[in-house]
């Protein structure tokens, strides 16, 4: 335990007329938690949690949320703040290195961003292998854990070679994205630019062309940037808790990564910005104003939910989903850029916040019900929305990783189960089954 936990009265349990007492603490936003950790060698209990929503799996000194006041800061600062004020560069440096940069450390980490943007040469050939029509997800998946094999890490890493291959991953996940864009369409691949800053370099690298003049749009920037900072970090969610179960057991920083790539590809997770804008064009093909869908989302049996809406933690509005509205709305109000869907995420959100069904499980808008309209309007082909948010997660996946590894002790993820299967039976052979 650090020592930014402050000791409690124990809590005393009782179990089969024994009485346990076990350590409470409380962290530094009045978060408590009891200690349960000698508490199947004291009482041969194991807790229950399914999906681990009232467990704590760790001390973490990163992000902070209150779920039931919508509130979000990494490292102390307001997400609001962050995405009004910062740029997607320095909010990473912020949550990998714990204080936002001053000139001298941004511009070299920075740099030192610019000059890890290049992939091998090498790797290209593993984009020929790929079938055409391959998910951009399986791509990034795939090309992360392979570039274990074209960078191969010593057993242990000393600082300077740590803070590189950070670099290199917070760097080269654009390149890799872009890289996987280009092959899906045909075109040749364009190579980062020392011309652009990191989110420039990223747009310019998808939608540039030896004959097209691409001119990146200053708006379609900030806002893309502003969405790789709102994405950059959200505590144990699933896809932080895989980089942690894979970073317990040492395996190398890619196949870590690899781990949360993963599990942000499910709909339920990362997967629900491309969810909700698939919802939406079914609701505008069907010519509805969400009403339909509204009422079969809520319908168990219908098998669909309203996606952009719920979260695990947020039981009030996900402060992300506000900025993202507020950018949306100034984005989708430009010249030239008109979204029909736009006018349908705003019906759904009117009606939803209006239903009982929804209020009572409280279900807000969370940060994917807007994410997805201004990635379409910044033209991201709806398979890569994942991926953009996987390029946001990059520096939070890798500050959840250094804060494991740099701990007081790196403790295997375990979890335990109870058995419910069958009880102890002997092998027969084949001719005595029937
Ligand atoms: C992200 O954890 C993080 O921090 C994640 C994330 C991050 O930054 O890393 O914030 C990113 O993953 C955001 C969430 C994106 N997912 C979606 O938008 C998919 C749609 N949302 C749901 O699948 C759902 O809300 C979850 C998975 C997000 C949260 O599920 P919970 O809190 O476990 O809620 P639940 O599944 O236990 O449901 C509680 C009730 C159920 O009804 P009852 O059984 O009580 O009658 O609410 C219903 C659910 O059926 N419900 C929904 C619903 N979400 C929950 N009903 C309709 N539409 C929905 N979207």
New binding site residues.
């Given amino acids: 335990m650090t020592d930014k936990l402050k000791l409690l009265t124990p809590a005393t349990l009782i179990l089969d007329d024994k009485s346990y007492s076990l350590p409470t603490y409380m962290g530094v936003e009045g978060e408590k938690a009891i200690d349960i950790t000698k508490l199947r060698s004291q009482t041969g209990y194991v807790t229950l949690d399914d999906?681990y929503g009232n467990t704590g799996a760790c001390e973490s000194a990163i992000t902070y949320i209150d779920g039931e006041k919508g509130i979000l800061r990494y490292r102390g600062y307001p997400i609001e703040e962050l995405a009004a004020h910062s740029r997607f560069v320095e909010v990473s440096y912020l949550l990998l290195y714990g204080e936002l940069p001053n000139s001298e450390q941004l511009l070299k980490f920075s740099t030192r961003l610019n000059e890890s943007s290049i992939i091998h040469e090498d790797v290209h050939h593993f984009f020929n292998g790929f079938p055409r029509g391959s998910h951009p997800m399986g791509i990034l998946a795939t090309m992360v854990a392979s570039l274990s094999t074209f960078y191969p890490l010593p057993d242990r890493l000393d600082a300077e070679t740590e803070v590189q291959i950070v670099a290199n991953l917070v760097s080269q996940v654009r390149t890799i994205a872009a890289f996987s864009y280009k092959k899906s369409i045909g075109e040749p691949l364009v190579y980062p630019s020392i011309k652009y800053k990191y989110t420039g370099n990223f747009l310019n690298m998808m939608f540039s062309s030896p004959v097209r003049d691409y001119q990146l749009d200053p708006d379609i920037v900030r806002a893309i940037d502003m969405l790789l900072i709102l994405?950059a970090d959200?505590e144990q969610?699933?896809?932080t808790s895989s980089v942690r179960t894979a970073g317990s057991s040492m395996a190398n920083v890619y196949a870590v990564i690899t781990a949360g790539i993963a599990a942000l590809w499910g709909p339920?997770?990362?997967g629900?910005n491309q969810e909700v804008i698939k919802m939406l064009e079914q609701i505008h093909a069907e010519g509805g104003d969400g009403t339909e869908f509204i009422n079969q989302?809520?319908d168990?049996n219908s098998g669909r939910?309203?996606?952009?809406?719920?979260?695990?933690?947020y039981k009030n509005f996900d402060p992300r989903a506000q900025v993202l509205k507020e950018h949306c709305d100034k984005l989708l109000n430009k010249p030239g850029i008109n979204d029909p869907l736009l006018d349908i995420a705003r019906r759904l959100e009117e009606i939803a916040l209006k239903d009982d069904y929804f209020i009572s499980?409280k279900?807000y808008p969370?940060?994917?019900f807007y994410s997805g309209l201004i990635l379409r309007a910044a033209g991201i082909p709806t398979n890569m929305f994942t991926v953009l948010f996987a390029i946001g997660r990059m520096p939070g996946w890798l500050a959840h990783w250094r804060e494991m590894i740099h701990g007081e002790q790196v403790t295997i993820y375990r979890p335990r189960q109870i058995y419910v299967g069958e009880t102890l039976r002997h092998y027969q052979d084949i001719k005595e089954r029937v």
Avoid at 305 to 313: E, P, S
Wanted: glycine residues 14%; positive net charge; contains cysteine.
């Fill in positions: 999906g994405h959200h969610n699933c896809s339920r997770h990362g629900a989302a809520k168990k939910r309203l996606m952009g809406f719920g979260h695990r933690v499980r279900l969370n940060v994917d």
